[in-house]
């Protein structure tokens, strides 16, 4: 048997009234997803426990099937993971976007999508003011990096976090105030000295003089959240006994990928935008069919759209995953002659009305051996939560899928 999972982040979404109050899935045009529901079945799941983040850490550790009440331990240890980092048991990893903020508004969680380079060389600055050894700025991809606070042996130095340290994910704050949402409980304070400093480090920084002079946002400050400590998965060939690999460009997914067991593929051109190669994923993971049991295809742009608001870019994303993505992926499962299996789902809604990840059921459907059509014949949210298929808590939607 073989396993696909292609896994549009962030596409569920409400009826829109410029869509003629449709959803973006059910207006895009997708014929192979809907073929795909029309030959299995579809349901709803939900990943997002209302007592944890509704965010893609979450969301997805749920989704591979991996319970977030016992497991999740914060974002960020999970994208140290991606890199390679070993965290000692006494550890704290945490997330550090640069941001733009603004007379107290958060202009982008993205500073304008700032190239990896220039996010290197702003950290590299940080570091070099910071004066504390057991803090290291990790720099990763493009606003996207990390903070290691390692204490060390001595007791004194140990963090001054908790598990009920509590930050808010700088892409909820979209066009919002940020004046009330910085972080708050234990070491809290330790985290927003950090993030006051860095608009010192950065303000006159050459980078942000260059991206001005461009037109560019610069970045303004550092924005720390996700923080964490290392947690411990179980292997997923261990639990469902086949061997996995991930193709995505976000660390996140990566990291999970690592902590589960599962191989990673590298796809020239794959960006975690709305700019990625969605054809050379396709490609990769049609290559991959062939050594893999499972391929697990993770599409950050629907996401990405919604953060920034923007329909039209959803849409599009959908399509280009439909026709690059799912098309040649099916074609290639059901020209193999064995037995298979795919699953299309997102981790958890992202509003294009808020712009943020939400907390709530998201549409799946499945197709292959074993599986009994129902009478849906498309793919969406509507059709999705019409179905006579029970519920599913998310992280039982895995053993579902692979049986």
């Known amino acids: 048997m073989k396993y696909v999972i292609i896994i549009p982040d962030g596409c569920a979404d409400e009826p829109q009234a410029t869509l003629d109050g449709k959803t973006p899935l059910a207006a895009a045009k997708t014929p192979t997803m809907d073929a795909i529901a029309k030959a299995g079945v579809v349901g709803v799941a939900n990943h997002t426990p209302e007592n944890l983040p509704a965010g893609s850490s979450v969301a997805n550790m749920s989704l591979l099937g991996y ?12 994208e140290a993971a991606a890199q390679g980092i070993e965290l000692a048991p006494e550890d704290w990893c945490i997330r550090c976007n640069l941001v733009t903020v603004k007379d107290q508004i958060m202009n982008s969680f993205t500073a304008g999508h700032i190239s990896s380079d220039e996010a290197k060389a702003l950290l590299q600055t940080a570091q070099e003011n910071v004066a504390d050894d057991r803090l290291e700025f990790v720099p990763g991809v493009s606003y996207r990096n990390l903070l290691m606070y390692r204490p060390g042996p001595d007791e004194s130095q140990a963090a001054p976090f908790s598990n009920d340290t509590r930050a808010t994910p700088p892409h909820d704050l ?9 972080p708050r409980g234990p070491g809290s304070d330790f985290l927003v000295q950090l993030m006051h400093k860095s608009t010192e480090w950065f303000a006159d920084h050459p980078v942000n003089k260059k991206r001005i002079a461009d037109g560019k946002l610069p ?13 411990s998965l179980a292997s997923f060939e261990s639990i469902h006994g086949v061997k996995g690999a991930m193709i995505t460009a976000v660390d996140l997914l990566r990291g999970l990928a690592s902590l589960v067991g599962w191989d990673r593929i590298e796809v020239p051109g794959a960006t975690g935008y709305t700019d990625t190669d969605y054809a050379a994923k396709g490609r990769y993971a049609i290559q991959a069919i062939d ?8 599409v950050e742009a629907p996401d990405e759209a919604s953060h920034e608001g923007d329909l039209g870019k959803k849409v599009t994303a959908l399509e280009e995953i439909d026709t690059h993505i799912v098309a040649p992926i099916w074609e290639k499962l059901k020209s193999m002659g064995e037995d298979y299996r795919i699953l299309v789902t997102p981790d958890h809604p992202t509003y294009i009305s808020t712009k943020t990840h939400t907390h709530g059921n998201v549409p799946f459907t499945i197709c292959g051996g074993g599986i009994t059509p129902d009478d849906q014949e498309c793919y969406n949210e509507q059709s999705c939560a019409s179905s006579g298929f029970e519920k599913l808590p998310g992280d039982t939607l895995m053993k579902y899928f692979i049986g």
């Not at 319970?67 to 999970?78: E, H, K, L, M």
């Not at 970045?219 to 947690?231: F, H, I, Q, S």
């Not at 049991?293 to 993770?298: F, K, S, T």
């Open 67 to 78: 319970d977030p009440q016992v497991n999740y331990t914060g974002r960020a240890p999970i």
């Open 174 to 182: 979209s066009d919002k105030t940020v004046e009330n949402d910085f």
């Open 219 to 231: 970045a303004t400050n550092v924005w720390l959240w996700g923080l964490g400590r290392k947690p």
């Open 291 to 298: 050594k893999y049991d499972l391929v697990c295809v993770h």
